[in-house]
């Protein structure tokens, strides 16, 4: 009886399948969908998550990021209520400079989109950071070629400019950048180095493959030092305290 039974079922379930062919075919492509969503969003999570930590990692250890936005989403802040928030300014700057004691180094980065152009070659919305002294002690990245700014060409607003690997391309393709001068924004600067690739795919920062850096006193003769993408970064050797949960920007 219990094989008659099993048999019967099993002939019944082929029966089934072959005459309802549209059914089955659409019940079956529907788990493979529900399958294919639950892993891919896993995938996207693990990425997110291996994202987020190599950022992090790049960034350095015990530093302090300061600037008008909020890190990460926050769904109780309304965003008239942030852009109420005030900018972070040099003021600041030159505030933890003199009163800090757990501060060993500090910098003010001024951030904005530019054009840079060299001969015909020209690239778009290039995001310029604008440093003062101490960026290279706290921000991790290499030189593949040429230097990076000294101390004194940074307090003296040289017009000089770092590049990211990418950027070097687009505007130079196979001959060499450093030593050639650009224009940034209809100003000229010369290209003294070229930062190591590291690669895109963060969400937190896309890398300097793409970007540029310049000495702050060069940048505030044409960004606004009260930008609202103005960022302060600070190294602070102790381990850094978390602080009480809030909505503060």
Known sequence: MFFRLLIEGVVFAYN?????KLRTFLSLFGITIGIFSIISVFTVLDWMEKSI??????????????HKWPWGLNMNLNWWDIMKWPNVSKDDYEAILNKSTKTEYASFVLRQGEQFKYEKNVAT?????????DFENIRTFEIADGRYFTSEEIVAGKNAVVIGSELAN???EKKEPVGKDVTISGRKATVIGVFTKEGKGGITDNGMDDMAVIPFNFGKSFINQRNRFARLINYLPLPIQKPPA???G
């Open 53 to 66: 930590h190599d950022q992090i990692s790049s960034m350095g250890e015990n530093v302090l990021y300061v």
């Open 125 to 133: 919305d290039v995001i310029i950071w604008a440093t003062t002294t």
């Open 170 to 172: 687009r505007l130079f």
């Open 16 to 20: 089934s399948v072959i005459v309802n």
């Open 246 to 248: 809030g909505n503060g």
